[in-house]
């Protein structure tokens, strides 16, 4: 958990994606489907498709109290661990989006 965390907050994407399910289903770690969707709105700002249907899926089916939580924890996250906070870029340049 600890050198996913750190490599998550570093801007890694594949180690944010791997925070996203080990919150959401509690492994290794309390489970949080708020701090999950967090990490799953700073993953899918690197165009993912598969992270982005995830993260549309899981938004479209919550509450609107939920999604106001989910907005400000995913902008949160994002101008802290997101590609521009981190200066990272996924090197593909088409149909990056900007979640959140």
Known sequence: ???SSELAAWGYKD???VMVFM???GQYVQQ???IGIGWLGVAAGSGHKKWIE???KRYAVASKEEQIKFDEITKD???KF???AQR???GKGLNNRHVG
């Open 77 to 79: 996250y994002i101008s």
């Open 15 to 17: 180690a944010q994606y």
């Open 23 to 25: 919150l959401l289903k």
């Open 82 to 84: 997101g590609m521009k």
């Open 88 to 90: 990272v870029s996924c």
């Open 54 to 56: 995830l993260f549309d």
């Open 32 to 34: 949080s489907t708020l």
């Open 1 to 3: 958990m600890e050198k």
